[in-house]
């Protein structure tokens, strides 16, 4: 059960990054110039660590498949689109429901586990899953916000947070895919040398992005070192625990503990950020809660 603490450092982690990523896009940065930080500033960590911690232990070089470049590659792409996604839908709501949106990716996450990697989970964990699901339904009902006069359900925040959904959920199964394509000394080698890969490649993918795309972000990211190194710490530390996490258990199971990052953003959205929390979107945290007890029960 090791992997339970290391997913829960994880969430802690990311919750911090995506708030010190909202604060940059409300002050600075457009959401790709947001995104772009935690791979700008957190790749020479990770590549420093997942040279020296082999050197150190006097391991040998990890082995790969050839299709784990294909999986690595692939899951940063949803990962880049996904970590959009969920910058922009925190101009549209407030940051604890932003987050609460993304937790789609769980039962995502089980059906893209099945269909690629052939892990199933039983009915037990799935039942306490749907609980979390039915959350997401009621935070993506906009009825009771101020001015609006659009769709309750199908409108740009629900768009927004089901894509960001959909595409971590994706993420999740093929990062496990591709550390499972590694051979090294130990999990801890295989999870870092795969995230140093991963990084480089979404370093790479979203400079020419900005470059041609947006001219000016790279520089402003440059500029916002001292809020965005601690989106690249905190980046290092979230991606290793979800990496090593992803190691040792089904991606499913990993992400349905990490929605205690809702009971996180939930503190930072009402105490920092000093955002409204509406009466049913405390209802859908609650549920969100009972639904990652349950699990863990379960499992």
Known sequence: MIWVPITLLAALAQTFRFMFQKKLR?????TGGATFTRFFYSA???VLVAVLYPWMREYELPITKPIFYVYAAAGGFCQVSATMCVVALFQQRNFAVGIAFKKAEVLLAVGFGLLLL???ISLLPLAAICIGVIAVVILSDTATLQGNEGARFFNRATALGLSCGVFFGLCAVLYRASVLQVTAADVFARSSFTLAVTILIQLTGMSIYLYLREPGQIKAVAMAWKTAIWIGSLSLIGSLCWFTAFALQNAAYVKAV?????LMSFAISFYIFKESIQKKEVIAIALLTLSIILLILFH
């Open 26 to 30: 409300i002050d600075t940065l457009s």
């Open 44 to 46: 020479p960590l990770i």
């Open 118 to 120: 052939g892990e199933g």
């Open 258 to 262: 990490g929605q205690v990052e809702i």
